[in-house]
């Protein structure tokens, strides 16, 4: 696919003076194509800050829930009714998402999406009921799902080309988690320092972490209104959408078994990764971690996601992206398995490689699994729509994970429900390893 910027075209031979030999037009014609590709890479480079930016205040609890749970004295339970409530609002909201990314500037779309989302983040620091709270997720889940989600990832799509598209949406993720690890990295030390003044101030230590993402978020948002550049192709779309008919663009996108096999893939993928942020609350209740301790070990993970997204995006346009997703979500599903055989009171240590290695395999999953979305041949027009559909089924673990561990951690307590729990996504990862295979065959 011929990627073309606005502002920038590439019509370079219209310029050149008739005096050139043809060995210096092909390399005036090589040095141009390098230019773009530098600057397909800084647009990348800027989706990538908003979309790392964007989600780390939403999913506080992975590294800071037991804090959390203190500060807004709210029970486990309820703190999953709030993640439950932001996975419906995503469900709700991938599809118009879609439809929103194929008619409107993603530029726009981003920039006021990581805006709402920092407005919010004031709000939550006030540290309000868990009515308040129900809210401010459900309100996240609509700033993030409907203006965000489909909008960053077509972008990502529409920059790569057909052999790229493995190493543009590792380095998405990949990127997207040094951003994170960055962020919680600054935010860790700062709830560090915090307590070491005083051990009482959770809840202080907590709202200054709270901060630190609110800042991200509004520095970021006026940087890709400015700074991010809308597609030709985009623009071209846009312009066409009304000789779209919305039924006719489903009924396509429905029909294509790739569709639903990428859709698998994510569902399955997501499960296992979605099952990690319950590793802080399981290391600091039964392995007597302190909440510092627990939170050093819950980065030193995220930093695994630049390695594993972008390491197995890379390997997956060498390779095949389908045959080296399947292999990694084995790997990441015999690695959960192992995580639930452990006993409880085990070695601090054995744990803290099991979690890292984990890490490292469902962040290279996540890496991976959207490039499958190059081989599916969707026209752009109704791109979108397509990953909003591939969203519902791929996310939907947002809203009925939540009401399944929290059961099953409170009714086996020991440890017992987190690995009942582990083990069955393991399962699925098993299951979706079948599906990324199965995507690699050719459609007859």
């Known amino acids: 696919m011929e990627e073309r910027l606005n502002h920038r075209p590439l019509l370079v031979k219209v310029f050149l003076p ?15 194509n390098n230019k773009i590709d530098l600057r397909k890479y800084g647009q990348l480079a800027l ?9 780390p205040l939403l999913y506080l609890r992975q590294n800071f829930e037991v804090s959390i749970l203190e500060s807004f004295n709210i029970t486990q339970t309820q703190l999953r009714y709030c993640s439950s409530m932001l996975g419906f609002i995503f469900m709700i909201t991938y599809i118009p998402s879609g439809w929103l990314a194929d008619r409107f500037s993603s530029r726009k779309l981003l920039s006021l999406s990581l805006l709402a ?26 700033a993030t799902g ?8 077509k972008l990502v799509s529409m920059l790569a080309s057909k052999d790229q598209q493995g190493r543009f949406f590792g380095i998405l993720d990949g990127g997207r988690g040094l951003v994170e690890a960055f962020l919680a990295t600054v935010a860790i030390a700062v709830f ?24 991200a978020l509004l520095i970021t948002s006026p940087l890709v209104y400015w700074l991010l550049d809308d597609l030709e192709e985009e623009i071209s779309d846009l312009a066409s959408e009304s000789k779209s008919v919305f039924i006719e663009d489903l009924k396509d996108v429905l029909s294509r078994r790739e569709i639903w096999l990428c859709a698998i893939c994510i569902v399955c993928g997501y499960q296992l990764f979605y099952a990690t942020y319950s590793f802080a609350a399981y290391l600091q209740q039964n392995f007597s971690l302190t909440a510092v301790m627990v939170g050093y070990i819950t980065v030193a993970k995220l930093w695994m996601r630049p390695i594993g997204g972008v390491a197995a995006g890379f390997i997956g346009d060498w390779a095949n ?24 009171n085990s070695a601090a240590i054995l744990m803290i490689i099991i979690v890292l290695i984990i890490g490292l395999l469902t962040y290279g999953v996540r890496g991976l699994y959207w490039a499958t979305l190059g081989g599916c041949n969707v026209p752009n027009k109704i791109k979108g729509l397509a990953i909003g559909i ?41 299951l979706g390893a079948y599906a990324a295979y199965l995507l690699s065959k050719p459609s007859h």
């Open 18 to 32: 008739a005096t050139l030999l043809p060995d210096q037009q092909s390399e005036v014609v090589l040095l141009d």
């Open 47 to 55: 989706i990538v800050v908003a979309a790392g930016a964007i989600y």
């Open 117 to 142: 989302t920092g407005l919010l983040g004031i709000w939550f620091s006030t540290m309000p009921s868990y009515s308040s709270l129900l809210v401010i997720y459900a309100a996240w889940g609509i």
């Open 146 to 153: 409907l203006a965000f989600w489909a909008a960053h990832i």
């Open 192 to 215: 560090a320092y915090v307590i070491s003044q005083n051990s009482e101030a959770t809840q202080f230590a907590l709202q200054q972490v709270i901060y630190v993402y609110i800042a």
């Open 321 to 344: 992206p389908e045959k080296v997703l399947s292999i990694l979500l084995v790997l990441a599903s015999i690695s959960m398995a192992l995580m639930a055989f452990i006993p409880v």
């Open 390 to 430: 591939i969203s519902v089924i791929g996310y939907f673990p947002e809203v009925y994970l939540p009401l399944i561990s929290a059961p099953l951690i409170e009714n086996y307590p020991g440890g017992l429900g987190y690995k009942i729990y582990y083990l069955i996504m393991a399962a699925f990862g098993i």
